[in-house]
């Protein structure tokens, strides 16, 4: 709370909304730091305009749309089987995770249920998507601070979830999988005992993690109290998932609002923090990514037999009407807010992207930070640019 | 581990689960329509589903003030455009099936003026009067309910703003003003979000063109033929001739207005 004081954050918790409206004031006094646009901190290609005071941040302008690909404006001119394609590439680490909603919102709409069966292989490869995208955080974001080992365990543990998601759907980063009504293949002989054991890998992983990091004085001298994001002013900028859960809110829509998926079958838990600095959010991504291999350990378990897909039909029309359905996503809430005239193609497709209401707080958040922070802070909120720019 | 509920067991608790949201949303569509009077011009209630809200223009703001402090919707999720009018440009997508279907059935429906479409935010749930419409959502971590709002935008294309409220809606306002030319008055920031600052056109807007589509046919249109193999469908010449139509029209929108020649 001290350091709250001294970093002068308290005043901005007052003066959050006003403090939005001016968040260019570049003509302040100063010098102008440009980072990026090709920072490695960024996982794609973002650009931060910092105004600096000696050390110290004034403004902070994040500059975006250099991975702008108008998914919104191109949804639109494809069939609802064919989004799915371009809606692997929001979030390109946890793709299985982006199609999940928009073929429940379309299930929705056209009143349809997927089987049991399939809706547990979702929900296993949903999980599977975020341990491998979460994973890669874990590792990088001791890059940001120094540690270059932790990024190489991080990518050699996460290949074994990759061959596991390629093995069921055949691609490993976009496994176009999802269907309408189900999902397309069941899965292979062998797999459930594979994937158990690759679960173990991601295990020790977060042990390892555990050891080379959470303990590590330079780690936690640099994550420890930056970057405090109060509870309210988080939600108040639609933050979601892992940073607000940092924040010490209590809120999880695999746990609150869990449509399509079966997470209400296993035994788990919804992990907070409440200090809302970068060591929080670190802190409670490595839970949940031990959380995820305990659901996923258990979904396998109790996989039931049966059909993969409702029946449906060959040529699919939604009929009209507008449904919007979230899920929990590895970056936080994602969600596709569709509009159906009856055609094949949806009429308009919201995206609601988790990095993108994550990252809106940055004008907020590094006012008053120092500049070393910066790219820890960043860091520490993890977004993905393809789930920024859509 | 497993917790496998038996199937009754399950059913009860979904229906017990429903009835309480139903309430819990009937509660809220009477209290905002106790508060907000005639400014509340439409509702759409799907039980156990979701709720939507269409608010009047001038009364944009207040409503969310009104959710943010006095019903703890204290979480932001989106705010974006809609523009209602039918793309000029045609379903290009559907002229391989609608035609071909069209002409077996005798029967040319699928043209945007019989269809009962308006072209206006009367297509949607709630209703509406203009071409354009701004639409928000924002959740209530307390009692776990979201609520869509939305809210007509007339010729001038403005409306207020939220970011007094919702600071998170200062990228959203920026982003539904590229895309779609909406300005919200009282923020003060309306540069582009993504793109360049001398970028011409608004691009989400239906009659925006999109290029790609114009000057080639969309390959992806094999995808939704009829299989050659079914009664209804018609032979395989029949579909090529359309598609071949399709492709060698000047102007490339030919495929829309199959339905008509």
Redesign the interface.
């Known amino acids: 709370m001290t350091d709250m004081l001294d970093r002068r954050q308290m005043a901005y918790i007052a003066s959050q909304a006003a403090d939005a409206r001016v968040n260019v004031e570049l003509e302040a006094e100063g010098m102008t730091l440009n980072v990026g646009p090709q920072h490695p901190a960024t996982h794609g290609t973002l650009r931060v305009v910092l105004r600096l005071d000696g050390e110290e941040v004034v403004a902070a302008d994040p500059i975006m749309g250099y991975m702008h690909r108008g998914y919104e404006k191109l949804a639109e001119v494809r069939t609802y089987p064919q989004v799915t394609t371009l809606i692997n590439r929001i979030d390109w680490l946890g793709s299985f995770a982006n199609e999940v909603p928009f073929i429940l919102a379309a299930e929705r709409l056209m009143e349809i249920e997927a089987p049991p069966r399939a809706q547990w292989i979702r929900t296993i490869l949903f999980e599977m998507a975020r341990i491998a995208n979460v994973t890669l955080f874990l590792g990088d974001m001791g890059v940001q601070l120094g540690a270059i080992s932790p990024v190489f365990y991080a990518f050699r543990d996460r290949e074994f979830i990759l061959n596991q998601i390629e093995a069921a759907t055949g691609g490993r980063f976009h496994p176009n999988f999802d269907r309408i009504g189900g999902v397309k293949d069941d899965l292979p002989a062998g797999w459930i005992a594979d994937t158990k054991a690759s679960l173990q890998t991601i295990r020790n992983f977060c042990d390892e993690m555990e050891d080379l990091l959470l303990g590590n004085e330079i780690f936690e001298a640099r994550t420890r109290g930056i970057g405090i994001i109060p509870a309210d002013v988080g939600l108040a900028y639609g933050m979601s998932g892992a940073n607000i859960r940092a924040s010490g809110v209590d809120w999880d829509l695999r746990r609150d609002n869990p449509v399509g998926l079966v997470y209400d079958q296993v035994d788990w838990k919804v992990w907070t923090h409440p200090d809302g600095d970068s060591f929080a959010r670190y802190w409670v991504r490595l839970q949940e990514t031990r959380e995820a291999c305990n659901i996923v350990d258990q979904l396998l378990d109790g996989i039931p037999a049966g059909p993969i897909m409702a029946k449906v039909p060959r040529i699919i029309k939604v009929p009209e009407g507008e449904a919007y359905v979230a899920t929990e996503n590895p970056l936080g809430e994602m969600g596709y807010y569709v509009i159906s005239q009856g055609g094949l193609e949806p009429f308009r497709v919201k995206i609601r992207s988790a990095s993108f209401s994550n990252m809106s707080i940055t004008p907020w958040l590094l006012k008053g930070t120092y500049v070393p922070d910066v790219i820890t802070i960043l860091a520490s909120l993890y977004f993905i640019l393809g789930d920024i720019d859509r | 581990?497993?917790?496998?509920p038996s199937a009754d067991q399950d059913t009860e608790t979904t229906e017990a689960e429903e009835i309480v949201t139903d309430d819990a949303r009937e509660a809220l569509l009477e209290a905002m329509s106790s508060e907000l009077g005639d400014a509340l011009v439409a509702s759409h209630l799907e039980p156990g589903?979701?709720l939507?809200l269409r608010v009047s223009n001038e009364a944009w703001s207040d409503t969310a003030e009104y959710l943010?402090e006095r019903q703890r919707f204290?979480?932001?999720?989106?705010l974006?455009g809609?523009?209602w009018m039918p793309?000029p440009f045609g379903?290009?997508?559907?002229a391989a099936?609608d035609v071909v279907q069209a002409e077996s059935d005798d029967d040319v429906s699928d043209s945007p003026d019989d269809?009962g479409?308006t072209g206006t935010g009367a297509?949607?749930?709630t209703g509406g009067e203009t071409r354009f419409q701004v639409?928000a959502?924002v959740h209530s971590?307390t009692t776990?309910l979201?609520v869509?709002i939305k809210a007509d935008v007339g010729d001038d294309l403005a409306i207020g703003t939220w970011?007094?409220?919702?600071?998170?809606a200062?990228?959203?306002e920026r982003e539904t003003h590229e895309?779609y030319g909406i300005t919200f008055t009282g923020?003060?920031?309306m540069r582009?979000?993504?793109?360049?600052m001398e970028f011409e056109g608004y691009?989400?807007r239906k009659d925006?063109p999109?290029l790609a589509?114009l000057i080639k046919p969309?390959p992806?249109i094999v995808?939704?033929e009829?299989?050659p193999e079914l009664d209804e469908a018609p032979s395989p010449a029949e579909t090529n001739r359309v598609s071949a139509e399709a492709e060698t029209s000047p102007d490339g929108t030919a495929s829309t207005e199959g339905g008509d020649a």
């Not at chain 2, 581990?1 to 496998?4: F, K, N, R, V």
């Not at chain 2, 379903?91 to 559907?94: A, K, N, T, V």
């Not at chain 2, 582009?192 to 360049?196: A, E, H, I, S, V």
């Open positions: 581990m497993i917790l496998l589903v979701d939507w943010r204290r979480y932001f999720e989106w974006a809609i523009d793309s379903r290009s997508l559907e099936v269809s479409l297509d949607g749930v639409f959502r971590l776990g979201g869509t970011i007094d409220t919702y600071a998170g200062a990228w959203h895309m923020n003060p920031d582009n979000l993504y793109l360049p691009p989400l925006y999109l589509r969309w992806g995808d939704v009829p299989m």
